[in-house]
Nanobody, 123 residues
Framework: QVQLLESGGGLVQTGGSLRLSCAAS????????VGWFRQTSGKEREFVAA????????YNSRSVEGRFTISRDYAKNTAYLEITRLKPEDTAVYYC????????????????WGQGTLVTVSS
């Protein structure tokens, strides 16, 4: 069974940085787009970033443009989300997701979700 396991969340001060990881087990990411979403209490899950199976042309939400960078390591079967200049409003549970294509991720049509990792930004 395919599973996605996120890690790297934690408590960080405003202006700090984190790197979230998403490791796939049971199947490789090959041929699949990978994305990150986030969710805060009482709000819908929000698209943050995604990258195609080829690793080219990463996409970011406008709300995080310039601060979040998505990447993937094929050898490690792992995707990453580098987060810089963190703000208190970035506090959320961050979820890794995968689908056959970017379009599916953009519309939230996700094939597999990870369990999430909590990022808390203190002011």
């Amino acid at each position: 069974q395919v599973q996605l396991l996120e890690s790297g969340g934690g408590l960080v001060q405003t202006g700090g940085s984190l790197r979230l990881s998403c490791a796939a087990s049971g199947r490789t990411f090959s041929g699949y787009a990978v994305g990150w979403f986030r969710q805060t209490s009482g709000k819908e899950r929000e698209f943050v970033a995604a990258v195609s199976w080829s690793g080219g042309s990463p996409y970011n939400s406008r709300s995080v443009e310039g601060r979040f960078t998505i990447s993937r390591d094929y050898a490690k079967n792992t995707a990453y989300l580098e987060i810089t200049r963190l703000k208190p409003e970035d506090t959320a549970v961050y979820y890794c997701a995968t689908s056959p294509g970017l379009a599916a991720l953009f519309r939230g049509d996700v094939e597999i979700w990870g369990q999430g990792t909590l990022v808390t930004v203190s002011s």
